[in-house]
């Protein structure tokens, strides 16, 4: 067998079991002939095998340094399609934030349609109109007010009736964890949120010193409240150049460079957007306050940050910072046309 080894790599030797017999016989393929058919035979075919013959059959398994290449190989190609498979994802929540805004815009339309008026950015008794900066009692705003016509009546009719008619004795942030407007404004509105901002999950429970009260749920869409800031008028205001305005009668309310779409007890009708409903911002995107002290996105809330947007002069850089730590930097604003840019 040792001889045989060496002469060839692989040599198949049979081996004989004759029935009947004690004896084994081994044979060479030429020296095998067929058994006689009266003799019962068993074969069992056998390979002797060289090392040589051995890594000619049986390979042996990878390598270290090959297993690493595969897996840098590997590496490389996750690399390259993480960031298309990023970018398709982030299209679809574009696209998803689109589809949101626009469903918002066509209810303020149909608010409009029917009360042939915007609806009032925010509400407050008139008589607190010198404390628009620090409000004790807040009315409902407009994203409350159109509810009806985003098929939500159910969660309006879960305000208590107080809290949506001035004097607004029960108001909208009471603070008592058992009222009806306090578990009320804690309802996530799917249709408020954009799936791209990642901080809308986070409720909003009132910032130091505030009287906003805790449970407030989020929103990614705000209202064009203008240029104006929402302050108290200052004392003998010269006409026609305060930037403050805190009703309908409020010197920039009545300013057409001042006055926006939705505003303070008010809103407007759409002979008075001047600029035209095709240019004028109706409801924009705007990012939610990443922290739970941070009131910025809150959609129960009538005020500036919450629901309205800040003064527009400052939209584009507002617009440039908020969307810095997306992946996309661009936000979608709905005009008073309904147009979407």
């Known amino acids: 067998m040792i001889a045989l080894m060496r002469e060839t790599p692989a040599l198949p030797l049979y081996c004989r079991f004759y029935a009947g017999q004690a004896r084994m016989k081994w044979v060479k393929p030429a020296m095998f ?48 399609l993480l960031p298309a498979i990023q970018a398709a994802r982030e299209a679809a929540r574009r696209a998803q934030c689109e589809a949101n805004i626009h469903n918002v815009a066509l209810a303020v339309i ?30 409902p705003n407009w994203i409350i007010d159109v509810l009806p016509y985003m098929e939500d009546q159910a969660l309006r009719d879960a305000f208590d009736p107080a809290s949506l008619t001035a004097p607004y004795s029960v108001p909208i942030n009471d603070t008592t964890t058992t009222s009806r407007a306090y578990k009320a404004r804690g309802s996530a509105i799917p249709v408020l949120l954009c799936p791209s901002d990642g901080n809308n999950k986070v409720l909003y429970q009132g910032a130091p010193g505030s009287t906003h009260g ?37 010197d920039a309310w009545k300013n057409d460079c001042q006055r926006g779409v939705m505003g303070p007890n008010v ?75």
């Open 33 to 80: 002939d067929f058994c006689a058919p009266h003799r019962r035979t068993i074969e069992v075919r056998m390979y002797l095998f060289t090392a040589t013959a051995r890594r000619r059959f049986f390979p042996s398994a990878f390598t270290l340094v090959e297993l690493l290449v595969v897996i840098a190989i590997i590496g490389i190609l996750v690399a390259l």
């Open 110 to 139: 149909n608010y409009e349609s029917t009360k042939k008026i915007f609806p009032n950015g925010m509400s407050f008794d008139p008589s607190l109109a010198g404390q628009i900066n620090a409000l004790p009692k807040f009315g």
């Open 214 to 250: 805790g449970n407030w749920a989020r929103t990614n869409y705000a209202g064009n409240a203008g240029r104006s800031f929402l302050y108290p008028a200052p004392a003998n205001p010269t006409p026609g150049t305060t930037t403050y305005a805190n009703g309908p009668d409020s």
């Open 267 to 341: 809103g407007v009708k759409l002979r008075r957007v001047v600029d035209g409903t095709s240019k004028t911002f109706m409801v924009v995107e705007i990012r939610v306050g990443p922290t739970e002290q941070d009131a910025r996105g809150v959609w129960a809330l009538g005020m500036r940050g919450p629901a309205l947007l800040p003064p527009t002069v400052r939209v584009l850089t507002i617009m440039a910072r908020i969307f810095a730590t997306r992946m996309r930097t661009t936000f979608t604003a709905i005009f008073a046309a309904g147009s979407t840019r």
